[in-house]
């Protein structure tokens, strides 16, 4: 059974084992506060791009509206403890909760569409989620935001402190991959993707495909939201334009340029993607004192590229020649060989 | 009775620009399959090209007819290069890949134009009309009457001409088509080579109305998207009727409910219109899309 699930889904320790290494050593060498702060960012947009990737890349089913869902954490947790003085806990918690519920109701008749017409719907799910934050000023501060949102702390250790909260979401980032990776070994995870394949094919089989559609992405949204609250508790800030299409766009993008097949993906993607933002930012501000949102021309092209010639996304590239480095491919050549010469041919 | 005429012209106005979009969003669906996210891109770069002519000192004719030749030239060569190669891939691919192409054409016109909206002459030089208490912008009449045309001369090449017949056997039946030995990977670029004219058309349009900026594609295009969706998907003429609603939701739901929250009753609208007829309004059943 072991050899089988290698066999299927590879080998899960090594790389976590790598990640989580990677993680530790990170703050050792970097020092710089800037690109400390690019790779907490990171943290929080890999919980919103693998709840993403389980619903694109799993389940086969497409959402433009995942800010929204992001947004709704970030201004739970942003009213809940500015207005009415929660706990951050206590306010991320009910963010999750609430996003969950109110994706799953939405879920329902969304996810009966398909392709073209779901990307629309949820495309307009975002755009009413950016008109009522700004039009319910009262509780959100419409177009100002929302500032004075408290940080997080963890056992009477606040986590001001950049290294602290670094470690807090990259330890949240795990237990979300960990979680991620269970699911697509679980028999849901084969579920979804005969889902992805064949909803008719897994219907017949007697599978309730709508379940398990509306669940994952209930999940995903649940993991947005997680996300959106921590984004709250560290920026300290909401506002509008952090949650409209564009970023739903941007999530996409993470997703997709990483690689939409595997959720290991979903981190390279979002590591790939944010880096290059900065740098492109750096390089557009300095050298050819362009304002605005300059990266957008070298996302989309990107995005373009990759889905012509890399459908697979960057993942693809980077694990084809690990495995190809590995012993048990011989194994398998030699038995083949073997399996030849013994009949003769 | 006069707000209501008012709300009435208004939202012809804003629906007919819709409805160019929508015209151009049916013609690529049918022929190709895809539904062009990047559509309302084309509205951009026609309305910013035609002022780039114009405030170089080219006449406005001029102006308009070189700016809709070079938004064409743009939708064939995005057909091309991004669209062709992938054609055959799955609907997720294609979706992201238009909506790439869409990210990286405002890029470009956030290049070229920078951040600031600019402006355009009104298209006809006339005294605003009053018309059963309704104040009418001869703007307004303009954009009405080319959708006429337009739609007109659409029927023509559609209905009457050799190279519109092909593309209608490619809406029917692409394998048939290409059986018949029309080639359906030039109707393909044809078809988004149209639809990008039709976009440039309704981007200059709408210019001296609501000036034009580079991020001004992409919600003019989702509206297009919505009419044509609550019109239905197979014929010019639901879509362009789907857009007129859009239009008059709009101006009533701005008028009597609020102007804030009028995109968001649109979208309502739209997802109430996807779940209980998702085949538009006016289409009888068949089990696509859901």
């Keep these: 059974m072991s050899k089988l699930e290698k066999i299927l889904y590879g080998n899960r320790l090594k790389p976590i084992l790598f990640l989580v290494g990677l993680i530790l050593i990170l703050p050792l060498v970097v020092k710089s506060p800037y690109i400390f702060t690019i790779l907490i960012l990171i943290g929080i947009y890999s919980i919103v791009s ?70 629309l719907a949820t495309l307009g799910i975002n755009i009413i989620f950016y008109i009522l934050i700004l039009g319910l000023n009262q509780l959100t501060g419409g177009a100002a935001g929302l500032i004075g949102i408290p940080s997080l702390s963890l056992f009477g250790v606040p986590l001001t402190d950049k290294l602290f909260f670094y470690f807090f979401v990259w330890t949240a980032a795990v237990l979300v991959l960990l979680l991620s990776l269970n699911i697509v070994r679980s028999h849901v995870g084969r579920v979804l ?12 089989l007697g599978v309730k495909v709508e379940n398990y559609k509306v669940a994952i992405f209930a999940l995903s949204a649940a993991f947005a ?31 997709m340029v990483g690689g939409a097949s595997s959720v290991w993906g979903a981190i390279l993607g979002t590591t ?20 605005g949102e300059v990266e957008i021309v070298v996302y989309g092209l990107i995005i373009i590229l990759i889905m012509m010639f890399l459908p697979k996304g960057l993942i693809h590239v980077i694990s084809k020649p690990i495995q190809k480095l590995k012993p048990k491919k011989k194994v398998s050549v030699k038995a083949h060989k073997d399996m030849i010469s013994q009949k003769g041919v | 009775m006069e707000l209501l005429m008012q709300y009435i012209v208004t939202g012809l106005t804003v629906g007919s620009i819709y409805a160019l979009l929508a015209i151009g969003f049916v013609t690529i669906y049918n022929i190709t399959g895809i539904l062009n996210f990047a559509q309302g891109e084309f509205a951009m770069i026609g309305a910013l090209t ?30 091309r290069t991004a669209i062709r190669h992938a054609r055959n891939t799955t609907v997720i691919i294609l979706i992201i890949i238009t909506i790439g192409v869409s990210t990286f054409l405002k890029g470009m016109g956030l290049i070229i134009w920078g951040t600031n909206p600019k402006q355009l002459a009104p298209l006809i030089k006339m005294e605003p009309i009053h018309f059963m208490g309704a104040v009418i912008n001869p703007q307004s009449i303009f954009i009405f009457i080319v959708l006429l045309i337009l739609l007109a001369v659409l029927y023509v090449f559609f209905e009457k001409t050799y190279i519109g017949s092909a593309l209608r056997a490619c809406e029917k039946n692409p394998r048939a088509a290409k059986l018949m030995g029309i080639n359906t990977s030039t109707m393909s670029a044809l078809a988004f080579t149209l639809a990008a004219a039709l ?13 034009a900026t580079y991020e001004m594609g992409f919600l003019i295009g989702v509206k297009g998207f919505v009419g044509m969706v609550i019109g239905g998907m197979h014929s010019i003429p639901g879509a362009v009727a789907g857009a007129l609603i ?4 709009e101006t009533f739901s701005g008028g009597f409910i609020s102007t804030f929250y009028s995109d968001a009753i649109t979208f309502l609208v739209l997802i109430l219109v996807l779940f209980f007829k998702p085949n538009g309004i006016f289409a009888r059943a068949s089990g696509e899309r859901v």
């Design chain 1, 272 to 291: 790939v993607i944010m880096f290059l933002n900065e740098i492109i930012r750096f390089v557009g501000h300095t050298y050819f004192g362009i304002s």
């Design chain 1, 50 to 119: 693998l709840g993403l990737c389980l619903l694109i890349g799993y389940a086969g089913q497409i959402s433009l509206g995942h800010a929204a869902f992001f947004g709704i954490g970030a201004y739970t947790s942003g009213v809940l403890t500015t207005s009415f003085e929660l706990s951050p806990w206590i306010a991320l918690t009910i963010g999750m909760v609430t996003t969950f519920f109110i994706a799953y109701i939405i879920g329902i008749p969304i996810l009966k569409l398909k392709g073209h017409f779901l990307a």
């Design chain 2, 246 to 249: 859009v239009g008059l939701l």
């Design chain 2, 50 to 79: 035609c002022i780039t002519f114009a405030n170089a000192g080219l006449p406005i004719s001029a102006s308009i007819i070189l700016a809709i030749l070079i938004s064409a030239t743009i939708g064939l060569i995005v057909e």
């Design chain 2, 199 to 211: 976009g440039a058309i309704a981007g200059i349009l709408i210019t001296p109305i609501t000036d």
């Design chain 1, 193 to 204: 993707r005969s889902i992805h394949d064949s909803e008719i094919a897994t219907e017949t």
């Design chain 1, 225 to 255: 939201s997680l996300a959106g609250s921590m984004y709250a508790h560290y920026i300290t800030f909401v506002a509008p334009p952090t949650f409209y299409i564009t970023k739903s766009i941007l999530f996409l993008i993470m997703v």
